[in-house]
Structures are given as C-alpha cells and as structure tokens.
C-alpha cells in the first residue's frame, strides 16, 4: 500500500473531461514530478488531491483512508495535505508573519506563542525573517513565493502539492524558490510537483510522470524519461522544451 | 532582399521637420476671453455692491472678485511674448528652440482660457443672484429668516443625525448578513437564498418614502403593542433600515464576488472551514474594497433622514418647513442644506483618507 493512492481519477468540467482515469502511486518520502503541456491535467490533478477539486469517478487514498466522495472531513485532509499555488495566493490585507500563523492558529489550534515561534523559525529558514512585519504586495514575486511555502509548512503537513510554483517568477527569482524545495526534498517530505523546470526535475524526482490529454502517458525514473522517452508524444514535448532553451 | 520576410525594404519615408505650430490665433482668443470675463465681473460686482447699498463688506468682495478675475490677463500677455520669440527665432532657422517656445506660449494661451471659463461661471452665477434686484438672493440666503429659525432648525437635526447613525450601524451588520446569506453554498443554503433575493429585490424596488409612510404610520395601526409604544423615531429607523440593509447588501456581494476564487482556494486548502474563511479572508478584503460606495450608500441614507418630515417626525427640514411657511421665505430650508453639505464634505475627505492609508500600508510605505 503505497502513501498517496490516486486510483482512476476522472475529473470533467461540463462535458470537458479534463483528466481521464488518472492511476499514480506516491510512496512515503517520494518526489514525484508531473510534467506535460498546458492544459493537460498537471494543476487539475494536485488540485483533486487537495479537494479543491471534486473528481466523478475513481479515488484517492492516503495511507489507506478514502479522502473523495461524500462524508470526508475535507478540513482535516488538507491539514495532512498542503498545496502551494503558482500565483502564491497570500492574503494581501495580512502581514507575512499573520499569513503563516492564520492556519496554525485558528486550525491548528496551536496557541499563539507556539504559533509565533514556530513561523518565525520558519520564516528564518528560508531568509524571510526580515519581512516578518510586511505585507505581501510590498515582496518580490519569489519572495512572497518563499513564505507561501512557509504558509503551507506551517501545517505540518505530510504531503506537498507543488503547481508550478516558480512559473509566475523572474527567472533570477527562480533559483531561490527551487533551493527550498530542494532542501524540502533531501527532508524527505513527500511531494507531488507540477513543474516546467526540467531541470529541476531531473535532479529532484524519484519518478516522474509525462501528462497528456488527462492521462499518464508515460512514466519512469527521471533519467528514463527525459534521456530515453518511449512515447512519441513524450519525445515530442521533450524536443519542444529543448528548443524553447529550458532543459 | 532581406534576410527575413518579417523585416521588408519599403520603411516609412523619413519625415519632413515640422514648423512650430501657430500662436497668435490661440493667444488672440484667450485675449477676448480675459476681456469678457473682466467685463461680466465688473457687472456681477456692482450688482452686488448696489443690493448691498455700497455696505464696505460687498463692496471689498467686489473688489477681490474683479482682481481675481485680472489674472487670467497674466498667461495671456506670456502668450503674447511666446507669439513673437516664436517668429524671430523661426525667422533665425532656430527651428527647435521655436517649436519649444511655441509650445509654452500655446499652454499659457490655454491656461489662460482655463482661467477664464471659470471665472465666467463665477461671474454668471453672481449676477443671477443679484438678478431681479437680489430676487434670488433674498429668496435663498436672507439673513434674518435664518437667525430667527437657526436655534431650532440645528436642535432638529440632531434628529437627522441620531437616525441616520444608528441606522447605519444597523445596515452595516444587516447588509453583511443579508449578503452572506444570499452566497450560502449549496442546496441547504437554497431556501435562505431565496428569501435574502426577494427581500433585495422587493425592497430596492419601493420607493424610500414609500416604505417610510407605511411602517411609521402603519406598523402602529396594527395594534401590536411593540409597535404602538414606539416612538415615531424609532419607526423611522426601521423603515430606512429595511430599505438600506436592501442596498447595502448588495454593495457587500460584489465586494465578495470581487476577491478573486484563489483567495478562498488558498484559506480552504490551509484546512480553514467556510465560515473561517469568509471571516479571517473573505470578509475582511471585501470590507476594504467596498468601503467608498458604502459611503456612498449612507451619504443618501443621511440624505433620506429628510424623508421622514413625510411621516411627521420632528427632523430638520420638517420645522423648516415650519418656519418657512411662517416666515414666506425659503432661506430656513437652505439652512437645512448647509447642515447636510457641512456633514457630508468630511465624511468623503475621512474615506479617501483611509484608502490611502490602507494602501500606503500594503505599499510598505
């Protein structure tokens, strides 16, 4: 029984079948990447995990507990499960140190000395301390990026969604953010990316999944995927990126 | 032959360097202009000098008014001086600098017309008030109606104020409610969504006055005893609540539905309820966002507090009115609207104040 049991997700929007029986297992501390062109499925599919989404058809498991369909506790599920989004998503009308507490505190139930203890940790640990009092129009793209990640590890969390969190960033921004996720990673927390970063990819994924028209097409080890692809479609995309200039 | 078909040979033709544009004409106009408004005011100023019957007071307003009126002969007479340094440099080749001072010669001609334009209005609306030997003026603004009704006009517009604060802080809290309700997700929330649309819908639909006529005069006829023993005041609240809590709430929706879905996304993926989320995010952003056309809101319902004189309730334009009928003269019921301008004015100065402050704060600065 693997961590995080995606079994034959379906999920349509209307008549539009945006993923179209989706089968992934993640095992604890694993890092899987989903790669694949816009639009086929990668942010849907963390989304569904998460709840944000509510799929038709197939389920989801983690550590064995069914978390779809009817009768889930959807608040005690996403307290084991964060997602970090690509538009960072801080709450503007709070300071940086408020946005990182607000979950803790009113969910958690952690008190707010803990609370503040533990987010001004956090806030260290990835250079933000500093901005402690601010608020998030006053960051950078990658700096506010850095304490939405801080916001979702506050929690505690035992699974990461990560949606494209550095395609909204300057490419000099871009470099930060991964390091964190890098350190996440070498942790061993188990996530499960969405990411255009090839590179990254490479270097970070335990296993990495090739997303097509709502499907896994293809998957394997990082090296497997990106040095050997077997679907023409995954050469394709792959060849795309090379000329785009990003692996 | 180009290398690339996405650059062709045939550019844009290099252009010819443009002559300065022309000033006289432009400065010639501001002249008539300057004239005519020196010209009216004079007269609106002796108008006033005369109803006054040369009284030091109107006469040294006159005076300023006509000076005032003088300056727009300043950036006309620069306009001038541009017009001619214009030519001679053009006459030297100087075809820059001359492009340059006419530029500045052709901005001073317009500043000068800016000044004019409204100085003619000034000068337009003091002669109308002097008109018909002072008709309007003694109509609207004489003195003596206002000292007498003075003491007892202000003491009842305290009343004005009285309803329209407790009602706003009623509608501030109904109108939020009201709006939540008409947003409960789901078919549970079906049935309370219907009632929170009609109650909008039906009370945006009655006319104010409406409303007011029958809630304070019918709520007592019904007998209920909770009723009966209410003061006329009270009623009045009501009826301005029931109708503003309608308007307010749908200032608060659009206020919601305007804080973009990724905020509610990102509140329910950090495990916060919905009811958490609509507290801690969704309502304190929305609350920012609306808070000019709120005010909006309650300028009018300030405003509407005037309505009440329909259901005899002792407020401001109700003795005026009283006074006015007295005295044959409307001066009391302007006073009324000198209250009503005096409140308004620092209310809409207070509210650009916090927009900005909220966000000079979100800037950092």
Known sequence: MAFLEIDDVHKSYGHHEVLKGVTLNVERHEVVCLIGASGSGKSTLLRCVNALEEIQQGEIRIEGDTVTGAGVDLNALRRDVGIVFQSYNLFPHMSVLDNVMLAPI?????????????????????GMQDKAKSYPDMLSGGQQQRVAIVR????????????????????????????????????????????????????????????????????????????????????QFLSRVVKSGRL | MSASSLVTEEL???????????????????????????????????????????????????????????????????????????GALLAQGELVPSRRVAARAREEANISMGYAAAGLIVAGLLIFLFANSGGVASTFFAIDPIKQSFHQVIHA???????????EVLVLLLGLLVAIVRMLPGRAGMPLRMI???YCDVFRAIPAIVVIFLIVFGLPLTGVHFFVTMSTTWLGIIALTLTYTAYVSEVYRAGLASIHPSQSAAARSLGLGYVQTLRTVLVPQAVRRVIPPLLNDFISLQKDTALLSTAAIAEALLVSKLWESQLFNLSPVVLVAAFFIIITIPQARFVDYLIDRDAARRAGK
């Not at chain 1, 009113?106 to 806030?123: C, T």
């Not at chain 2, 517009?157 to 009602?167: D, Y």
């Open chain 1, 106 to 126: 009113r969910v958690g139930g952690v008190n707010r000395r803990a609370a503040l203890e533990r987010a001004e940790r956090l806030l260290e640990s990835v």
């Open chain 1, 152 to 235: 979702a590890l506050a929690m505690q969390p035992r699974v990461m969604l990560l949606d494209e969190i550095t395609a909204a960033l300057d490419p000099e921004l871009v470099g930060d953010v991964l390091e964190i996720v890098r350190e996440l990673a070498h942790g061993g927390l188990t996530m499960l990316l969405a990411t255009h970063e090839m590179g990254f990819a490479k270097e970070v994924a335990s296993q990495v999944c090739f997303l097509d028209a709502g499907q896994i097409l293809e998957r394997g080890s990082a090296q497997q995927i990106f040095e050997d692809p077997q679907e023409p479609r995954t050469q």
């Open chain 2, 12 to 86: 844009q033709p290099s252009p010819s360097p443009s002559p300065p544009r022309p000033v006289y004409r432009l400065a010639v106009v501001a002249l008539v202009l300057a004239a005519a408004v020196t010209a009216v005011m004079i007269k609106g100023a002796l108008m006033l000098r005369d109803y006054n019957h040369d009284g030091w007071l109107a006469t040294t307003i006159g005076v300023v008014l006509v000076v005032l009126s003088l300056y727009a002969w300043v950036p006309c007479a620069r306009a001038f001086v541009g017009a001619r340094e214009r």
């Open chain 2, 157 to 167: 517009f305290w009343t004005n104020i009285w309803v329209a604060c407790v009602s």
């Open chain 2, 196 to 198: 929170a649309i009609v």
